[in-house]
């Protein structure tokens, strides 16, 4: 039995951070429908490299975070569309929005409303900015939160480098993990009281809690770090280095690690000395160590490299690429790619990631493939009590979608 098997969770999410966080419930079992205006679907539904998956509104962005999930296409501007809803929330334990600032409360939508007609309900918000303060009715994205955060002035190659955005969307992603662990914690914590729970989660808020250590360090000194790019000032042996054939991060933290790192390149009596001081001190020689580090490190390739540190127990890894990556032994060997229906004939993955972890038992799984626009519909509002000719009747309003699982 999975930890959210009998959990039913209303998505009202889009693009990345809070699908990814129904995502993370749906693996864990959770039910999770996902609720969408039928004339203006998830925008990640026709975004990816494959044109036939983006035409059918299966796109590759979506999919990424849709597997395990039921589609339902619902205009909740309308009388019928909320009160649809509305039946579906006295079924449900959670609900889930990231719609900007109070959109749903003034459709009669919001947590007061919802707790009328299901006190025990979980209420999750996902705003860029939370719910309260000055902000909170404004919009934002993954880029746009990385600049106000202070998280993009943090990369670049010198102190005065032009602001530099981390390539992947990262905060969308941590957002997504604080929500599902905060509605996990909310389930948990109900089994205890029997209450429900407002959850006002903000962007914003989980990008400085991503950057815990520098933002409890900016309190301290009243200043931020600033930018140093790849080589750590200092830290010569916490940096990344060009081989005879590409790239190698190396990260000798400890005193072990860089005595370590110093041996295997040949030095010994500069690895022999380093185990005699103190951490802090390893700054004083950082120049010279950087020079003797780029003078051997060209010697071999990084493959060759990161295999003798890594037999040293030094921390090191050749810089991949994706696709290098999804491809190693080690990746093969856990969890964390699934097999889903496959829909590489249009272009589309046969496996997708599911999860950082693993269970001994009912542990994360993908338990069905993303679905179509509107593929659950029609199940889902018989379930709730409609008939089939009310059912085409909303369909054919716009009210609702009517799509298929095949």
């Keep these: 039995m999975q930890p959210f098997s009998d959990v039913r969770v209303l998505d009202l999410t889009h693009v990345y951070a809070g699908p990814f966080a129904t995502y993370q419930l749906a693996v864990l079992g959770a039910e999770v429908i996902k609720i969408e205006p039928p004339h203006c679907p998830d925008m990640t539904r026709d975004e990816g490299s494959s044109e036939a998956l983006n035409d059918a509104l299966t796109g590759i962005g979506y999919m990424a975070h849709a597997a395990g999930k039921k589609s339902l296409p619902l205009n909740l501007a309308s009388t019928e569309g909320k009160e649809i809803f509305l039946k579906l929330v006295e079924t449900a334990d959670v609900v889930v929005q990231n719609y900007a600032g109070n959109a749903l409360d003034r459709l009669g939508l919001g947590p007061d409303d919802l707790e009328k007609v299901n006190p025990r309900l979980i209420h999750c918000s996902m705003t860029g900015y939370g719910r309260t303060g000055p902000k909170s009715e404004h919009s934002a994205y993954d880029l746009v939160v990385q600049a106000y955060s202070g998280m993009m002035a943090l ?38 009281t029997g209450l429900g729970q407002r959850i006002d989660l903000s962007m914003t808020d ?65 690895a022999d000395e380093i185990l005699g001081l103190p951490r802090a001190d390893l700054v004083l020689d950082a120049d010279a160590d950087r020079e003797r580090i780029l003078s051997r490190i060209k010697d071999k390739s990084a493959a060759v490299w990161e295999e003798l540190f890594n037999a040293a127990r030094v921390p090191a890894a050749r810089v991949r690429r994706i696709e290098e990556t999804l491809v190693e032994e080690q990746v093969s060997s856990r969890s964390v790619l699934q097999e889903c229906s496959p829909s590489s004939a249009k272009g589309g993955p046969d496996k997708l990631p599911v999860a950082a972890f693993s269970f001994v038992h009912g542990g994360p799984q ?33 009210k609702i979608v009517l799509g298929s699982r095949t």
């Excluded at 990369?155 to 662990?181: C, H, K, M």
């Excluded at 679905?371 to 009310?390: K, M, N, R, V, W």
């Design 206 to 270: 989980a990008s400085l809690m991503m950057l815990t250590a520098h933002v409890t360090e900016t309190i301290a000194s009243g200043a931020a770090s600033r930018p140093f790019g790849n080589e750590q000032p200092g830290r010569p042996s916490n940096s990344v280095y060009e081989t005879a054939d590409g790239w190698l991060a190396l990260a000798g933290y400890t005193v072990p690690q860089f005595s370590a790192l110093m041996r295997v390149l040949g030095y010994d009596d500069r």
């Design 366 to 398: 993908i338990s069905a493939p993303p679905p179509a626009f509107g593929a659950d519909s029609h199940d889902i509002l018989t379930e709730l009590g409609l008939q089939d000719g009310e059912i085409q009747r909303l369909a054919n309003l716009g």
């Design 155 to 192: 990369n670049g190659w010198t102190p005065d480098a032009e602001p530099l955005r981390v390539g992947a969307p990262i905060i969308d992603y941590g957002t997504g993990s604080q929500a599902a662990f905060a509605i996990a914690a909310a389930l948990f914590q109900r089994q205890k």
